[in-house]
């Protein structure tokens, strides 16, 4: 029997509708299942080196924590520490006075420290309003104040007493020869004589002869038995 006409055309419109769809999708990419498999253990690895990378960033981020309060707890104690024997320390430098050392923010990891130092008498508001031999005390207490959070064997100072009067030299020498007692060796270089007359052994430099140095060592307590 013969198809109908109008159902024939109606199929061939249908046929060349797909023929075209196909032709539309180009070449059949025969590897693509293999391609596929491929992508989706490209992506497993992936995502096992995301989750790897975020569990590392975690630690990280608890460790910078962990450190974070670690340190504020031990900067805030030695903060605390310095500063009561700062405070100690400057009344006996100075005979009297008081200091101490001031947080310039609310967080201690970034804050600077201020130093607040009125010796006997002054009310001033800074450090820069003292005299040269005042802010050399002063700074000789804040070395001392840390000095003695953590003693060392030896100290080395360097013409500390330079600007200094002769009442401040003597208290000056009071401290260094009190802290020395401590277990603490002082070596210090010096021009000044009441400095000298701490020292338990003297070491200098002379010029006999002009060009010819010399250098000369005086055990004190020897010296002062030799003269008695």
Known sequence: SKLNPSFQTFNEKNNNRSHRSI???GAVNLAALQELAAARERKQ??????HDLTEAMNTLED???KIDQETRELLGHTFHTVNEHFGRMFPELFGGGQARLVMTGDEI??????VMAQPPGKKNQTIHLLS???KALTAIALVFAIFQLNPAPFCL???VDAPLDDANTERYARLVTAMSGQG???????????AMEMAEQLIGVTMQEQGVSRIVA?????AIRMAQ
Do not use: C, P, Y
């Open 109 to 114: 990891l970034d804050a600077g420290v201020q």
């Open 157 to 159: 100072l360097d013409e």
């Open 23 to 25: 032709a539309a999708l």
């Open 184 to 194: 603490t060796q002082f070596l210090f270089i010096s021009h000044n004589k009441i």
């Open 132 to 134: 040269g031999g005042e």
């Open 63 to 65: 460790a910078i924590r």
């Open 45 to 50: 690895f992936l995502d096992a080196q995301s």
């Open 218 to 222: 005086v055990d004190m307590e020897s």
